[in-house]
Structures are given as structure tokens and as C-alpha cells.
């Protein structure tokens, strides 16, 4: 049970996506094997039409784990895009950078080390597509960051903010979460209630959150 969907319908909808071969298909088994937590499949899938559909020059990710969404965007670009991508942990890092190098990557992909609020204070430039999927209980505080950085039509699209179903309903929120609970039940009432900015939440993966600028 995630929470977010009948279990019928996630694995209908898994069904319908073509299973990634070669490096993609190496990383998600290696992730798998050992608990290492990378996007749901069809968060995955989500990503690579995003990419389709905006053609971003530069994407900014918020948890790189071992580099498997950075890699999936990169190659769903036809490795055109630049893909900015900030870990924290010293192990991920090295696997992504690994994986990064291993697989002809380094031109596209650049890893920030750093806690991504710290990195998020400091960095410049505009990206069309901002992916975040760290620090869940941080996103309403990485918001302004994101909003400074991100390209007058460009989109933020944030993963787990449904968190297996806890945000949404109190029955299922375990004591020891609560705080991620309420930090992201305010990233939500951010975003929606902003009237400069138009949000849809999508009840699929662990919840998604699509936020664009409104146009004038
Ligand atoms: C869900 S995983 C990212 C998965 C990756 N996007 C993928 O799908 O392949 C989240 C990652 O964010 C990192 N992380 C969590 N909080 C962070 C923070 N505040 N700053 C930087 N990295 C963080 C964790 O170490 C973990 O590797």
C-alpha cells in the first residue's frame, strides 16, 4: 500500500512504461540491491516527458543518490542538457561520480557536494526545470531559493510530497514524522495558495507537485 493510489492502479500504470535498458537498467538494480532510494518509475517516466516536452538547457536536481535521475534527464535530453545536481552524503557522491564518469556523462552532469539549503544560498544562474527530491522536510525553506533561480516559464517539480499518503490524511502519519508531515503540508499551501504561481499536485509515486509561474 503507498498511501497515495490503489495498488492496482500503480502496478497498472507501471505496467504501461517500458522497462530502461543497459546503464539505466544496471543503476536501478544496483539501487534496488541496496536500499539505495531513487525515483519511482513512473516519477521517472514523468521526468523524461518533462524533458521531452520543455527541452531544457539546464535542470536543477536536489538529491543526486547515485546519479540515477541525473542520468535518466541527461540521457532523456539526448545529453543536451546541463543538469546541476547537489548530494550531501559522502558515499552517494562518490558512487554518482563514479557512475557519472563511467558512463560518458561528466559534460552534462555537474555534482555540487553540499547541504542543498547552503547550496541553494549561493547559487546563480536560471534553470528551466527544478528537481527536488532531498531534504523532504526542507522543501517550503528551499522554495525562495528555487522561485530566484528558476527561468520566468520554467517548472519545479517536487517528489514525496504526499509521503506515503501522510500529508493528506492523519490517520496514517507515524509520530516520529510529523514534522516532515507539517513542513510539507506547508510546502503545499505555499505553492497553491501563491497567486503568482499555479500548482497541481498529482496523487502518483509519492506525490508530485508541478509549479509554474502563472502567466500574466
Ligand atoms: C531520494 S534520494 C535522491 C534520488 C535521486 N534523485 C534519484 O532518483 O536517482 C535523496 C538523496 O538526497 C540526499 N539528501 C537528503 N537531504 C539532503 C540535503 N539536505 N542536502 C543534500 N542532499 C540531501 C540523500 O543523501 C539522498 O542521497
Do not use: W
Amino acid at each position: 500500500m503507498s498511501g497515495i493510489t490503489y495498488d492496482y492502479m500503480e502496478s497498472y500504470i507501471r505496467d504501461l512504461i517500458p522497462e530502461k535498458q543497459g546503464v539505466l537498467k544496471g543503476l536501478k538494480d544496483f539501487a534496488e540491491s541496496n536500499s539505495v532510494p531513487i525515483v519511482q518509475k513512473e516519477t521517472a517516466n514523468l521526468l523524461e516527458f518533462f524533458m521531452s516536452l520543455k527541452k531544457p538547457e539546464r535542470v536543477l536536481e536536489l538529491g543526486t543518490a547515485i546519479g540515477y535521475s541525473a542520468i535518466l534527464m541527461a540521457e532523456a535530453s539526448n545529453r543536451k542538457a546541463i543538469i546541476d545536481t547537489v548530494e550531501r552524503d559522502p558515499n552517494m557522491i562518490l558512487m554518482a561520480r563514479e557512475n557519472v564518469k563511467k558512463h560518458d556523462y561528466d559534460k552534462n552532469i555537474n555534482i555540487i557536494e553540499g547541504d542543498c539549503l547552503e547550496v541553494l544560498e549561493k547559487l546563480q544562474g536560471q534553470y528551466d526545470i527544478i528537481f527536488m527530491d532531498a531534504g523532504k522536510g526542507h522543501y517550503n525553506h528551499f522554495l525562495p531559493h528555487c522561485l530566484r533561480l528558476l527561468k520566468a516559464d520554467g517548472i519545479i517539480i517536487a517528489d514525496n510530497v504526499l509521503f506515503r499518503g501522510m500529508v493528506a490524511s492523519k490517520d496514517l502519519v507515524k509520530r516520529r514524522k510529523i514534522t516532515i508531515v507539517k513542513r510539507m503540508r506547508s510546502y503545499l499551501e505555499l505553492v497553491s495558495k501563491d497567486e503568482t504561481l499555479i500548482t497541481s499536485v498529482l496523487p502518483m509515486g509519492d506525490g508530485i507537485a508541478l509549479t509554474k509561474r502563472r502567466n500574466e
